[in-house]
């Protein structure tokens, strides 16, 4: 069992900067890959970003690579989500996800989900 909790979320004007962090319970941690989702108003939750268990092998949606970076570190049960150069279009709530095995983008792979942290990109 793995509980996943974000934060880091908030209000950031367009060209901005934001670092998420998702805390994970457990000390397995190590042994998942973990995923970045987001879901904007009256959307579907869509992949935005993966990372290996080892941190070795990174996935990006088209849309955010060059702008946004997923690293974790095993040794704080933590993955983190460095977005810069944020545009409105970034709006949405981010989910950190975890899966044992290898990395995906497919949000139906992963078996543990956080509740979510708010960005907002103001124009």
């Known amino acids: 069992q793995v509980q996943l909790v974000e934060s880091g979320g908030g209000l950031v004007q367009a060209g901005g900067s934001l670092r998420l962090s998702c805390a994970a319970s457990?000390?397995?941690?190590?042994?998942?890959?973990m995923g970045w989702f987001r879901q904007a108003p009256g959307k579907e939750r869509e992949f935005v970003a993966a990372?290996?268990?080892?941190?070795?092998?990174?996935y990006y949606q088209d849309s955010v690579k060059g702008r946004f970076t997923i690293s974790r570190d095993n040794a704080k049960n933590t993955v983190y989500l460095q977005m810069n150069s944020l545009k409105p279009e970034d709006t949405a709530v981010y989910y950190c996800?975890?899966?044992?095995?290898?990395?995906?983008?497919?949000?139906?792979?992963?078996?543990?989900w956080g509740q979510g942290t708010q960005v907002t990109v103001s124009s």
């Open positions: 990372i290996s268990w080892s941190g070795g092998s990174t």
């Open positions: 457990g000390r397995t941690f190590s042994m998942y890959a």
């Open positions: 996800a975890a899966r044992k095995g290898g990395s995906s983008f497919q949000r139906q792979e992963y078996n543990y």
